[in-house]
C-alpha cells in the first residue's frame, strides 16, 4: 500500500535558521514524490518534484530511497515560508494519483 | 490561461439530503481530472480521477459518485449524505501525468 507520513503536524522556527520537513513514504516500486504549499488564503500549488532535481524558493529535497524519505530542507528561512506543507508520492503507472500525507504547518517567528 | 473553478465554497447539508459539487476548468483541453477529499485531522485522500468524458475512476469504497459530462467539468454527487462525508473537497486538474495537478479553491462540506 502506498503511504506518506509526515511526523510533525507543526514546526516553528525564527527566521533565519535552517528548516527541515520531514517525510517518509511506502511503496514498493519507484515512486514520484511532490512537496505541495498551501500559503495563506491561497490554492495549493506544487513547490518542488524530486524529478527536477531543482530548487524553489531556497527549498530542496532529496529522494533518499534507502531511507524511504523525502524531506524538505532550507538553510535559511524567511518569514514569507510560513504555510502548510504536504508531501505527496504518485505511483509509476497510470493517471497520476497522488498520496498525500497530514500535512505540517510551518509557522517562521521573526 | 488555465484556470479551475470549484463551487460552492461552503455548504451545510443535512444528513440524507443530495450533493453535487461543481468543478470546471478553462483554457485546456482533455485534462486529467481528480477529486480529492480531506477529513477531519487527516491527509488529503483521491476519491476519483478522469482521464477522459465519462470516463471515471474510483480510488475508495463510499457513498459518493462522480460523473464527467462534457470535457472539462467534473461533477462530485451523492444521494443521500451520511455524517461521515464532512470534510474539505478539493478538484484538480491537470494535462498528463508527467505535469503537475493543479488545485480549486475547495468547497467545505459540513453535515449536520
Known amino acids: 500500500a502506498q503511504r506518506v507520513t509526515q511526523p510533525e503536524k507543526l514546526l516553528s522556527v525564527f527566521k533565519g535558521a535552517p528548516v527541515e520537513l520531514k517525510c517518509n513514504y511506502s511503496y514498493s516500486g519507484s515512486p514520484e514524490l511532490f512537496w505541495y504549499v498551501q500559503y495563506s488564503r491561497q490554492r495549493l500549488q506544487l513547490l518542488l518534484r524530486h524529478i527536477s532535481r531543482e530548487s524553489i524558493k531556497g527549498f530542496t529535497a532529496d529522494l533518499n530511497k534507502g531511507e524511504t524519505s523525502f524531506h524538505l530542507k532550507k538553510p535559511f528561512a524567511q518569514e514569507e515560508d510560513s504555510a502548510m506543507y504536504y508531501c505527496?508520492?504518485?505511483?509509476?503507472?497510470?493517471?497520476?494519483?497522488?498520496?498525500f500525507g497530514q500535512g505540517t504547518r510551518l509557522t517562521i517567528n521573526p | 490561461s488555465q484556470t479551475i473553478h470549484q463551487w460552492p465554497a461552503t455548504l451545510v447539508q443535512p444528513v440524507g439530503s443530495p450533493l453535487s459539487l461543481e468543478c470546471t476548468v478553462e483554457?485546456?483541453?482533455?485534462?486529467?481530472l481528480y477529486w480529492y477529499r480531506q477529513a477531519a485531522g487527516r491527509g488529503l485522500q483521491l476519491l476519483f480521477y478522469s482521464v477522459g468524458i465519462g470516463q471515471i475512476s474510483s480510488e475508495v469504497p463510499q457513498n459518493l459518485s462522480a460523473s464527467r459530462p462534457q470535457d472539462r467539468q467534473f461533477i462530485l454527487s451523492s444521494k443521500k449524505l451520511l455524517l461521515s462525508d464532512s470534510g474539505f473537497y478539493l478538484c484538480?486538474?491537470?494535462?498528463?501525468?508527467?505535469?503537475?495537478?493543479?488545485f480549486g479553491d475547495g468547497t467545505r462540506l459540513s453535515i449536520l
Open positions: 483554457g485546456t483541453s482533455n485534462p486529467n
Open positions: 505527496a508520492l504518485s505511483g509509476a503507472q497510470g493517471a497520476q494519483k497522488l498520496v
Open positions: 484538480a486538474w491537470s494535462t498528463d501525468r508527467d505535469q503537475p495537478q493543479h
